[in-house]
């Protein structure tokens, strides 16, 4: 069990799309590498013609409005959330894709498939938000099917380390953090090797050039639950003077996805 993991602020922070729509700005924006995170992930698909696939912690969808048409026809997808908002805006979403998608609640901490349901499972950018990573891998190897694959894409301790520095730098009261993850590039192969026979990393190289001091305060904002008024003013004023100074911050992704198989 992770202690550092609040469930209550977890679930407040995705309770709908209004905070992961904000750091998406930031990231579509300004990222330099242009082939698109989604894609590059989708690169990563060497999926039979027809197979069963479960994505836990689906989001705002954005993995397959991405790659509309390279879905397979035979690809039976089950979309999961914990939130049922989150998840009711991502069905809206997607119903102009012509898929026949399921949509389910789901806590990856108890999932309520039988053993060997799926022939892949996708996480994308969320076990490091679960609360227990061990019973989360154990119950997502159970639902797999032997010879199936586990995605899971995360961080790595290099993540925004730059916008990390200048925070601790600034001594602002707020959230940081963004590079201490439970599970992360650095140490996600020695959680998936307990369930997984073979486990491979691969890495996406990209940085953040932000040149503006609005998009970035919101993102910070974003994940800081309940600042004063007084607090964000104090933000806002950072950065827009760092920018009139600097006009640059260029900032580490350090991002990429592991493929392990069962």
């Given at each position: 069990?992770?202690a550092?993991?609040d469930?209550?602020?977890?679930?407040k922070?995705?309770?709908n799309?209004?905070?992961?729509?904000i750091r998406?700005?930031?990231?579509?924006?300004?990222?330099?590498?242009?082939?698109?995170?989604?894609?590059?992930?989708?690169?990563?698909?060497?999926?039979?013609?027809?197979c069963?696939i479960?994505?836990l912690?689906?989001?705002?969808g954005?993995?397959?409005?991405?790659?509309?048409?390279?879905i397979?026809?035979?690809?039976?997808?089950t979309?999961?959330?914990?939130?049922?908002e989150?998840?009711?805006?991502t069905?809206?979403?997607?119903?102009?894709?012509?898929?026949?998608?399921?949509?389910?609640?789901?806590d990856?901490?108890?999932i309520?498939?039988?053993?060997?349901e799926?022939?892949?499972v996708?996480a994308?950018?969320?076990?490091?938000?679960?609360?227990?990573?061990?019973?989360?891998l154990?119950?997502?190897?159970?639902?797999?099917k032997?010879?199936?694959?586990?995605?899971?894409s995360?961080?790595?301790s290099g993540?925004?380390?730059?916008?990390?520095?200048?925070?601790?730098?600034?001594?602002?009261?707020?959230?940081?953090g963004?590079?201490?993850y439970?599970?992360?590039?650095d140490?996600?192969?020695?959680?998936?090797?307990?369930?997984?026979?073979?486990?491979?990393?691969f890495?996406?190289?990209d940085?953040?050039?932000?040149?503006?001091?609005?998009?970035?305060?919101a993102?910070?904002?974003?994940?800081?639950?309940?600042?004063?008024?007084?607090?964000?003013?104090?933000?806002?004023s950072?950065?827009?003077?760092?920018?009139?100074?600097h006009?640059k911050?260029?900032?580490?992704k350090?991002i990429?996805?592991?493929i392990?198989?069962?």
């Amino acid at each position: 069990m992770n202690a550092n993991i609040d469930p209550k602020l977890i679930k407040k922070q995705y309770k709908n799309p209004s905070n992961l729509n904000i750091r998406r700005n930031l990231q579509e924006r300004f990222s330099t590498n242009k082939y698109g995170w989604y894609r590059w992930v989708f690169d990563h698909f060497n999926f039979p013609p027809n197979c069963k696939i479960l994505e836990l912690g689906s989001g705002l969808g954005l993995l397959w409005l991405e790659n509309e048409k390279r879905i397979q026809k035979g690809w039976d997808i089950t979309l999961t959330d914990f939130s049922r908002e989150m998840l009711d805006r991502t069905k809206q979403d997607l119903e102009k894709i012509n898929h026949d998608f399921k949509f389910k609640v789901v806590d990856i901490q108890n999932i309520p498939y039988p053993y060997e349901e799926f022939d892949i499972v996708i996480a994308n950018h969320m076990l490091y938000l679960v609360p227990d990573i061990e019973k989360a891998l154990a119950e997502t190897a159970r639902v797999i099917k032997p010879k199936g694959i586990m995605i899971a894409s995360t961080n790595g301790s290099g993540y925004m380390k730059e916008l990390e520095d200048l925070l601790e730098k600034s001594k602002l009261p707020v959230h940081r953090g963004y590079n201490k993850y439970t599970f992360s590039l650095d140490n996600g192969r020695v959680f998936l090797a307990k369930h997984f026979s073979k486990v491979e990393v691969f890495r996406y190289e990209d940085t953040l050039l932000i040149t503006e001091a609005e998009p970035l305060v919101a993102h910070i904002l974003s994940t800081n639950e309940g600042l004063n008024k007084k607090l964000i003013k104090e933000v806002d004023s950072y950065f827009k003077e760092y920018f009139a100074e600097h006009q640059k911050l260029l900032v580490s992704k350090d991002i990429g996805l592991f493929i392990a198989q069962k």
